[in-house]
């Protein structure tokens, strides 16, 4: 493996460096295990979907990572089979609202973070469910898709009860609230780089060069974060672990 061109780097506020291991459940196709391992830290990816898994173990070849395990599992089936504190970093984005015990899976985060873990944990923000209630057909909310929509009190007390410490919040995914909005509206199957079904139906395609204007101005950053708050796809939570208390 190449070296590590940089050793630390930040998602959502997370920052993640060399020295860390880094538990990312739900990998899906690699995203956050190929960031992680861009900075050479040791990455476990935990995943339902063996094709998924064996796709991410190819593409970590090409990223300096200093170990690559992959696990497959089903949160749903128990605890994730790994050792207490095995990680101190925890990533668990759009997860949660899948799972038929969502408070379970929390405590298994906090027995999984070694003392001081950081967490990174994404579930989708109650307006843009809220938006999709109107459009969305009802499986859309039954298993395995949306089972739960999170009130933002509601994820802090889970953290709480499940021993982690809430650090920070915020919003993300403005385009994307507005994207699964009109794809439902519409009753599209279109999604970018979908193999068969990759050409926007006119609504989406309209709101692309909506968005591709906002993020072409000089005020970007400033519209698109304010986006964010008002119409997010989903609500970042940044947690720890309280670290053991010191021997008296």
Known sequence: MAEAQARRIELFGLEITGDDVVLDIGSGTGGDSRL????GADVIAVNIDPGELE??????????ARSFRPVLHDCDAGPIPLPDGVASVIIAKEVMEHLDA????LADLERLGRPGARYLITVPDP????????????QYWEKPLHQHVFVREQLDRMLGVAGLELERRG??????????????LVGSPY????????TPPPEIAAWDLIWESIRSSPKAAGVINRLDELIPKSQIVLAKKPKAAAAA
Do not use: I, N
């Open 127 to 138: 307006g843009s469910e809220a938006l999709l209630k109107e459009v969305a057909p009802q």
């Open 191 to 198: 999604f970018p780089g979908h193999p068969t079904h990759s």
């Open 102 to 105: 969502p408070d379970r899976f």
């Open 55 to 64: 796709s991410l173990g190819e593409q970590m070849k090409d990223v300096p």
């Open 171 to 184: 919003f993300t995914g403005a385009y994307w609230s507005m994207f699964w909005t009109l794809r439902e």
């Open 36 to 39: 992680a391992g861009s900075v």
